[in-house]
């Protein structure tokens, strides 16, 4: 039956888009299968990897898109981050590998396979080894580009990150413990942005039902693990566990001071070192910095 006008009018069709992986599955488990609703609001998800994901919202394809914090800057003018569904590492992260030990000081010069010019893993490389050659490869293509010798080492996000040993290669070094080890605090990776025209009030709304979806995926552990098991590549069940447990934590429920310094701190670092345009002030729905500027200016 053919919903009224009026009817239909009371429903906002939300286009989400995110990573298609287990720990973006297991936060958004909830909101996918219907156990977390948001009146007024329907969400339709879409999936696509993170690269692609900065460059689609350049044009705002999607309402509400997990995106690099290193192309915040970029997008700032149509996009406001979420003030949850973020991924931080605490002391790990994204990592250099290669088939032959080397140290972070040998990556100099060398070809090094990157998962797009506009991850938070490519900045934060660049950040800790400014020379090098990137050599922009899709995210589950970097193995097997390191295995093959077409590049001399490759920055792996993702899966990667627990599956690069079981192929007989190397870690140079894991960015998330340089980061802590610079800065002593967490490296921000991907967040959630929702698109500035539809307003704060429904961006709120949204905000609430992903962090319902990322408490009860928390509080329902194993049934949304289950579910997550299906975006798993190549992990078996305790190894997605180990991985989501990595990456949906208490960051991913709200940033809280820390983890809205530790982005503020990758902004300003791209920034001053010409990375990124800026400075930019980082901008969360919930703690709107620019109207407390002008509210205290």
């Not at 960015?175 to 802590?180: D, P, T």
């Not at 959630?192 to 509080?219: C, K, M, T, W």
């Amino acid at each position: 039956m053919t919903a009224s006008p009026k009817a239909s009018s009371r429903v906002m069709e939300i286009k989400l888009a995110h990573s298609p992986d287990s720990d973006d599955a297991f936060m958004f488990y909830a909101l996918a299968t219907n156990r977390v609703k948001a009146s007024g609001l329907k969400f339709t998800h879409v999936l696509a990897d993170i690269e692609t994901l900065n460059q689609a919202a350049d044009q705002e394809t999607y309402d509400v898109t997990a995106i690099s914090f290193a192309a915040y800057p970029y997008l700032k003018d149509k996009y406001v981050l979420l003030d949850s569904g973020a991924s931080f590492g605490e002391g790990y992260g994204p990592m250099v590998v290669a088939a032959k030990p080397m140290k972070r000081q040998d990556l100099a010069g060398k070809r090094i396979a990157v998962p797009g010019l506009r991850t938070s893993a490519y900045l934060a490389l660049r950040l800790s080894q400014p020379d090098f050659e990137a050599v922009p490869t899709p995210f589950d293509q970097i193995l097997d580009a390191v295995q093959q010798g077409t590049v001399r080492a490759g920055l792996i996000i993702h899966e990667g990150q627990l599956l690069y040993s079981q192929l007989g290669l190397h870690r140079i070094v894991d960015l998330g413990l340089w980061w802590k080890e610079t800065t002593a605090l967490p490296l921000p990776l991907g967040g959630n942005a929702v698109r500035r025209a539809l307003g704060p009030e429904v961006a709120q709304r949204i905000s609430q039902a992903i962090r319902e979806s990322v408490a009860y995926a928390l509080d329902h552990r194993e049934e949304a693990l289950n579910y997550a098991l299906q975006f798993a590549r190549d992990m078996d069940a305790d190894l997605a566990d180990k991985f989501v447990g990595m990456y949906v934590n208490r960051w991913t429920l709200g940033y809280g001071e820390i983890g809205r310094a530790a982005v503020q701190e990758l902004l300003d670092r791209g920034a001053q070192a010409g990375l990124l345009p800026g400075p930019v002030q980082a901008e969360f729905t919930g703690y709107p910095v620019a109207e407390a500027e002008r509210a205290a200016g």
